[in-house]
């Protein structure tokens, strides 16, 4: 059974950081365009970050651009988002989600939600 598995999340003070990580269960993250999207209480789901399978293709959602970071571990089939200087609006149920035709630009799979395996999430709350 293909599964992705979420890990990191938490609950934050404003300005702290945490990193998400997202790992397959059942195959590999060769090929996958990966993306992270978040769910916040009574807010539609939006695309945070994405990656493409050849890395050379970065999407950032602009709420967080110059904050967190997308990073892809081809070693341990990893996807890792690091999130700096959290603010509440951060705040919900991040998903790690793939493609495994990667072969897009990565705002392709953060803007269409265009992906094939999720995750069940994992809760970022950044509150004081």
């Known amino acids: 059974q293909l599964q992705l598995v979420e890990s990191g999340g938490g609950w934050v003070q404003p300005g702290s950081s945490l990193r998400l990580s997202c790992a397959p269960s059942?195959?590999?993250?060769?090929?996958?365009?990966v993306g992270w999207f978040r769910q916040a209480p009574g807010k539609v789901r939006v695309g945070v970050s994405c990656?493409?399978?050849?890395?050379?293709?970065?999407y950032y959602l602009e709420s967080v651009k110059g904050r967190f970071t997308i990073t892809r571990d081809n070693a341990k089939s990893k996807v890792y988002l690091q999130m700096n200087d959290l603010k509440p609006e951060d705040t919900g149920l991040y998903y790690c989600?793939?493609?495994?035709?990667?072969?897009?630009?990565?705002?392709?799979?953060?803007?269409?939600?265009?992906?094939?395996?999720w995750g069940q999430g994992t809760q970022v709350t950044v509150s004081s």
């Open positions: 989600a793939t493609n495994r035709r990667g072969f897009y630009s990565a705002g392709y799979y953060c803007n269409t939600s265009d992906l094939d395996t």
């Open positions: 059942g195959f590999t993250l060769d090929g996958h365009a």
């Open positions: 990656i493409n399978s050849r890395n050379d293709s970065l």
